[in-house]
């Protein structure tokens, strides 16, 4: 072989290696490359990507959604009822005319029970909307999957919202929060907020007025601002004498309320951690309080809406007269109103007290979260939407509509809304409606929902939130009615009482 054919086969081999090697750095970088994309691509959370907010992005934000043609869709969920949904609708017409860049698709995924599947269900496989009407125990479950978006950034570069006096939201309503850290933050704006109450048949406490004047006036009304629970008792044994043999004259919508409103009545501490949850259920006041409730059960004194097969249709119940008592949310008052004969009838007042000295009412409905997106855009637009939803001008709108929830804002502020006003500017359906409803319903707004705006903060409670918290509020609700469900005829009650507690406990540690 030639030296010219040597030096011919020794460049081919060069270019050979070169090629090779190229190739393989070129694959190297390819692998490394598509491993970046699918990296960028599982930042789907608040730990793999946290939320920074500058304010020059937030100003320049607010200007482009203020006058942008191209629209960033955000998803809201909610839990309304068909007469709020209308309100709602108008309400995000009314917010996309400021908004234009900015559309709001609301979709109902049905009751609390559902629409918390639907969000669990949808944060494992990154749908979740961006906004969401949620309890704060619900919010501590959604935590877990780093997805819940803190609100902190935004209301800290938001000068509109800190400098806006109509946002100074009383503080059991608006307050920051712990969950599973050290650091406390804001993670929900209060939206359609509701308390209990207990709605009551005047006319059949009328006709034992007689027997008990110093509790009911003539006119069938409850005497007093509550009721203890002892005289209850006392009006539902006359009640169970001067009706059929069937006759239940109490049923409570909510056996996890009623049952955490009566521990707060007593002073026992409702947990602050999942390892509480054993002392507190071990408490002998607690035994007590399920006892004297399963004592009204047997006694055909009281029952759950559950429990009597017709859940839904408690308010005919009532409205009937084949009960006397519904201790409820307040957001239940128009499905009272649907006749108009009974509307005369109604009555309301505070739920019962267990001790005289405490009249402690629990504040639940709903609160809007935010949730994590990979667009930014989609989070900044959420929380525009978030402070329209929240504020004192779309309460107004609600009341407008008679849809009546508790005043969140410091009642210095609630002077802006009257009743007398917002009546005048009701639709013509509104201006159709009886004397007897209007007034019932102005009569409501000042005698119920602006005294509760005006009573202390030491009047209402939210529950804690930890871990489980969700859960074990479901497990309050199952003992609840276990307890009730028990066998008249047990030899032993306080015994399988004893036994469910511990079940109870078992159940919660175990989860």
Same mark, same amino acid.
């Given at each position: ?9 020794? !460049? ?16 190297l ?36 959604f ?53 969000? !669990?269900?949808?944060?494992?496989? /990154? ?46 309503y ?28 005047? /006319? ?41 043999? &069937? ?11 009623l ?17 509480q ?7 002998s ?26 859940? &839904?249709?408690?308010?005919?119940l ?5 009960i ?32 005289s ?11 809007v ?23 004192? /001008? ?47 319903r ?31 509020r ?14 008249? &005829?047990?030899? &032993? ?19």
């Open positions: 072989m030639s030296s010219q054919e040597k030096i011919k086969v020794v !460049s081919r081999d060069k270019i050979k290696n070169f090629l090779f090697l190229f190739g393989y750095f070129l694959l970088f390819n692998i490394a490359f598509i491993f970046n994309i699918i990296a960028i691509r599982k930042k789907n959370n608040l730990k793999e990507e946290p939320f920074q907010l500058t304010i020059d992005e937030f100003k320049d934000a607010k200007e482009y203020k006058n942008s043609k191209k629209k960033v869709k955000i998803t809201f969920w909610h839990n309304l009822y068909a007469e709020e949904r209308k309100v709602l609708n108008k309400i995000i017409q009314d917010f996309e005319k400021d908004y234009p860049g900015i559309e709001v698709l609301e979709d109902n995924k049905g009751n609390w029970g559902q629409i918390f599947k639907h969000v !669990s269900n949808a944060l494992t496989v /990154d749908k979740q909307p961006n906004l969401v009407v949620s309890y704060p125990d619900h919010v501590g479950f959604y935590h877990k999957s780093n997805k819940v978006l803190p609100l902190d950034a935004f209301i800290d570069k938001d000068e509109d919202f800190k400098n806006n006096k109509q946002n100074d939201f009383l503080p059991y608006f307050a920051p929060i712990q969950i599973e850290d050290k650091i406390k933050h804001y993670y929900y704006l209060p939206f359609l907020k509701t308390t209990e109450i207990m709605f009551y048949n005047k /006319d059949l406490l009328k006709s034992i007025h007689d027997k008990i004047p110093e509790l009911i006036n003539d006119k069938g009304e409850i005497a007093k601002d509550s009721l203890s629970w002892v005289q209850m008792d006392e009006i539902s044994k006359i009640l169970k004498d001067s009706n059929k043999k &069937d006759f239940i004259p109490i049923v409570v919508d909510s056996e996890s309320n049952f955490i409103i009566s521990t707060q009545q007593k002073g026992i501490n409702y947990p602050l951690t999942k390892e949850t054993q002392d507190f259920l071990h408490n006041e607690v035994q007590e309080l399920l006892q004297e409730f399963k004592t009204r059960y047997d006694n055909k004194h009281l029952t759950l809406g559950k429990l009597t097969g017709e859940e &839904d249709k408690v308010p005919e009532l409205i009937n007269n084949n006397a008592f519904y201790i409820t949310s307040t957001r239940r008052l128009d499905n009272l109103c649907i006749d108009n004969a009974f509307i005369p009838k109604l009555g309301y007042t505070n739920v019962p007290t267990v001790n000295e405490s009249n402690k009412n629990i504040l639940q409905g709903s609160n979260n935010l949730f994590y997106s990979k667009n930014k855009d989609e989070m900044l637009a959420s929380w525009f939407f978030l402070k329209h939803l929240t504020s004192e /001008d779309v309460y107004k709108d609600f009341l407008k509509e008679n849809k009546f929830f508790n005043i969140t804002r410091d009642n210095k502020k609630t002077e802006n809304i009257n009743i007398e006003t917002i009546q005048k500017e009701q639709t013509e359906k509104n201006k159709e409606e009886t004397e007897e409803l209007k007034s019932l102005k009569n409501f707004f000042k005698e119920f929902i602006v005294k509760n705006a005006e009573k202390s903060e030491n009047n209402f409670f939210t529950t804690s939130i930890f871990e489980n918290s969700d859960f074990f479901n497990i309050i609700s199952d003992l609840f009615i276990e307890v009730l469900t028990i066998d008249k &005829d047990t030899n &032993d009650k306080d015994v399988r009482i004893k036994e469910l507690l511990t079940e109870a406990i078992n159940r919660i540690l175990t989860n």
